[in-house]
């Protein structure tokens, strides 16, 4: 049982490392605004939640509970539920994962869950401390700053994938292997993971931003339809991935079957060019007693000449047929043409600056 | 026909394997909790429901026809009748169906149907006999408590395929035979079928937890809204086991070609090596008269040395136009990355655990 | 024009083979059940329907015309004008064919109307001679049996689709051919057809079913109801049949490019063979007058040798990288996993029985 | 600048070859029908549609503009603006274009705008000129008339595009070329055409239909709904078409690969049979002065009998392994089987004498 | 930061080159029209729309921000702020990007702002300062004209794609490569991405036309439902496009597939023919001494006779099963059919004369 909790009072005092009761005196007083954070649910948690803070058991066992919940809000009347995902990229040891946050929003409180480390609530934790102003406008725009963290600390995971299929664009066309067929199916898949995370996602930020949930305030609405926006933002970025994937695979399956197109082709010109002339050969080769040829002195002169006739010849007629391309270099008359989005900038800091600016 | 019957009279005790008449009488009482499971339904059954109970004959019909019906919930006033599905896996025999479970819920009964044993069903029992609490909550909560220990047991299914998927994808990139594709085909057919299964049933939860039933109240919505909840989670990891399927076929397809590929290249190598080689010797087999090479004492030696050289050439241009790889690592230069959910984490006694947990 | 009317007097006497006066008489009577079918229908029947009975003459016209019509419904206020669509299949001859049925319900009326004789309604005229509380139940009762019975009809076909499925997956497996693709094809799109035919008459049933509609009684809905059921099982079903069809496609195209792939390393092996043990008799076919190995007395035999080693040396090869599989026994490691619907269970003599048990 | 006009006096006289003084006069009396229709639109026509009628200017640079503009319905109060889009097929040329129909609906006019002749529209002023009692229903029944002649008019194209398919079908079995393939991807792009012209139709139909445009009188909604059943039963045929075209892909490409497997078979076969024996015969020509075979008298027969044996061998292990099939007949044990839709039947007049009939 | 703004004075002056403090006045005045165009957008300028105009501060990061946003409108109650997407063609560097206007609408104020040059936009302002009409009419005007011409801007793009596909699917008939298929699926990627920029901004453009936001005047609506009706013009265009990017797809891998089919027919008639003649001039070099055809004197010729013969036999053989076609015409009975969308034309001048004639 991890906990971190942190309590502004009425009077505008953070008071951080809160203990059990303080925490339960805090909750009771209805006033100032408190924010416990829990990571690595135990049952004990459960219990806290459930009897500590009166949150239905139901909720409480989605935080402990270490199974995936789908994203969903539930509204309990005296506070809301809500389950949101992002992706946790730790990229020292390039662990990959979707990561679960819920997150119960009351009038003076905010309870986040985790179970795993989350890179952006602790950013969140670190603003908290830094700059009070963040948890004085209140419950719903505390949690509109951690679900926003969380939502924008995708889009790293999305720039890594962008470079990834540039990656496998240029190796696919360089020189494509079975590694490569293996990293493009995995970039596709991945692709479909973070769209099945953050279209529910979508539903459930559209909810909160339509209105009509008492605990959100009017003027926070349009925060959580910036949220929105950045899903679809982060959607429409990751379809345009899945598109350079699926190009990718095509173009891969197509010059797997052009490289077998050679070596057949490889394969018929040697036949064609060596079987008539082995035959020629063996005709030579032959022993009957009768043969004029034989005897003349330049007959084999002659028959060397012939082979070279008949390879000079074999080669004309598949360069005429473009079999070979010797001299020739393949062009396409077509102009060069494509569409393609806006160069997506992103700095590295700009993680960091964002909430600044936002205050 | 076999039925069983549990009654929780209004004293608040529990009576067992009930007659008809009694049946009918603490039916007809209106008060305390009747349940009666039936399966194996005969026609006699079909009466009882219909005759005995005073239930509808279409409703009753769909109870006794062994075909199968959609999920659905129609609203009969005085009861609901709710149609779901579950999967029956028997781990010893390895069979694995869709099972249907029908529920008529009244205010002060249930009536539970199905034509084949339900794991689920008798773990319910077991629960009920064990701790009166279960019953006293209402129909309602008896009815969500049998509906969702139906829905969690398709999670062993689940949790099954997710191996089959992992043997699948480590025998496609080892050693991938036909028998490996019908494995992918029935996995992935497996998939649509969990998803034709499930699917409907969440417009079912849906209608129900939305409310607006008056014989599910409102403090019930939540559980309902639980269930609704697992079926999203068991059509997320499905959908990922689906992913999974596709990829492997993919990767199975390219490594057939890729094996073709290699045996046209061994074919087109050991033509293009010995075809000339076969000339030469062809050549120095002719029986012409004036042929001066055949009279240098070092000639043989030379035709010799010469095919060494033409194989030695060839295998170096093979190398070259990396048709072989000789001594080169199949390297990508693609950097490892893929988007995973969180590892599926799933209990053996998990499923006992769970009714006691909540209550 | 072959029409067959029967009249439910208000006394409760069923008139069969009524003139066309007499139609007209009970029609304008508003009183008691009158039921006319119509088949092979012409313009003169059009005009009974239009001036006769006063119905709309755009859907008059729906009936004479020999037109595909969608399944719908129209209001003309004091009739509803239904379309539904069955398949009629005549199991002697092997035709089956989408059919289409246009029914008049009103206060007092229903008027059947179909261009092929159709088995379903042939049944309904014998259960309604055979027993009157048919027609006493009201109009809409009579045109929801006739539906359903339409409706039910289209099990039998989706059965035969079923075998022929089985018979595809046994050939597909076994002896996969051309005709084997033809028939997958033919499957396919016979599953395609019923989507086609049966996903409209849902919206059709579910727009009568959910009621608003003053011709159709309260009682009457559970019954359209019913038939709504039936239209999601037989899609459920048909579904399953097209999964099966499209699973069928992958192994036969997957098989063929097996066969491919046999045949190309029969090819590469005999190449790989005989061109290196070619060259050799061909070395010793050359005509050199000095080539020592000529004189060995045991030359030739040390050349079979040198032959049978090279044989030895390609086999044991071929046999490790696993080109051939003598003594190998093809084996998945997979275990043997698919999830199934219950088995689909159809008496023949059901179809006959289900409206006396309806009743 | 080609208008014709025609006027419906009060009186009831209809009036043809109307000046613009004439048509300004009656579109301001409010009082009779006028219909003009426009074909070849110039800017000068935007004049009068704009400045003459009071019309929108949007609207009159819809029809001035030779752009294509989508299927649509635009309520301006005083007028509907409907675009709609029908299929002009020039039997002669075989010039097939999808083809653009403005209409704007008033009290007392209708204006009808297209840039290139239709057929259509052609039949309706000869029904006027006929039959006054066309234009006495009502500038609803008239806009109704003029949309539902250019509905009709698709079937015809849908009819060719059968027949189409009939021959592709037949050729793809016969002797499929790429020619076929240019068919197939041809007749397969008309149906998305097809498809994508009257699915928004469909949209504008239904608006019309449910009623509430004050313009459309309530007796005349049903007509709108028959177009709209049109445009559902020509959509419907059109699938089935497009069905037929994927399967004829199928089929091309599952020949294709048959064709080719075939050439392979051929090329592995009569490899299999002549190196063993051109190896035979090299070992035989070499010149090792001691090979005792050579000696024996009979030993040159015996070799032929040697290859005798192993070209019947060979061939009756391709027989047996069924590479080859003589005497074998390719059988399928499936049964024959395919839900098809009603034969189509459209007779060539029936275009003409459709309006009759529904007068 | 750059920027430019225009204001007419309620006396209807228009004046250009406002500094600062005069725009701050224009805009408190409430009167008049003020429109103030931001390019390369700063985060000064961020400021002066939080700080100068009061704008809320998350709508004047997404102008600041260098990332894309998805189009919306959200609705601020005293302005709009729209986000819309078009494409920048700049045709002398051939770089086609999509490109991203931010609008705010007030009651007396627009606000563009864009990250590159739009030529829509300059094309307005030079509109604007050449007559003064456009800006009389209002915010909500202006605004569409500069929505409209930034749409209406995609127009020479989609023209420039169709040019491709026409180029593309000459190609790919004539002499298909693989730059060929690069081209394919940088065209389908352009569809696709013109498709995902165009879907949303019909959502858009909906809203804003359905009516509802007070600050669009009743009259505007049908100019924004104008815009509308272009988006799925050009929607309709592209998807054209892309269905001739498929087919030129599956044209090039069938033409793929047969000219390997070509290369292997090649290699098996090669085969076929040598192979026999090789074993033949083999026999009669092998050295048996017993061999009574060598002694024949015309033993020779026959043998080449014989040879003559079997070439000839092979290739009647070939001729004959359609392996090879000398003298055939290649075919298709299929008469020729397709429908095409009209003529799509589009006058290089047009763009520039469209506004004046929307005056």
Redesign the interface.
Known sequence: MTYQAYYLSPEGRINQNLSREEIKRAYDSKEGLLWIDISETTEEDGELLEQGLGL???AA?DCVS?????P?I?D?GDYLFIVVHG?NHTAET?I?????LAIFIGSNFVVSNH??PLYSVEAVKHLVTEDDRLMRRGADFLAYIIIDMLIDNVMP?ID??S??AE??EE?TIR?P???????I??????T???H?VMA?QREVMNRISRGGLPLIKQEAL??Y??VY?HL??IE??N??IR??AD?A???Y?????????E??????I???I??????L???????????P????????FA??GLMGIVVVGALWKFWAS??VTWGRR?????????????K???YVGQLARLPH??R
């Open positions: 239905h058991h139901l066992e270490p199974l995936i919940h789908p969903k539930d309990f992706i390039e990959v994962e979707t990561a679960e179970n795993c995971t890594r994938m470079d990834v990656e496998i190796e020189n292997q079975q590694p490569t067929l293996e990293a199916l995995k970039l596709k898949r991945s479909l993971r973070i099945r529910p349009i925060y339809r910036d926006d679809v933002r429409d970025l379809q345009t598109d350079r190009n695979l095509n173009t399956l197509s010059s797997v079957a052009n490289r077998q197109n070596v057949m082709k490889t394969l018929a040697v036949a064609t060596f079987m008539p002339l082995t035959l050969a063996g005709i030579y080769g032959m022993n009957f007693e009768n043969m040829e034989l005897k003349w002195s330049w007959g084999y028959v060397l473009r079999w393949r062009v396409t008359r077509i102009r060069p043409f494509a569409v393609e989005p806006e997506l900038i992103w600016r936002r």
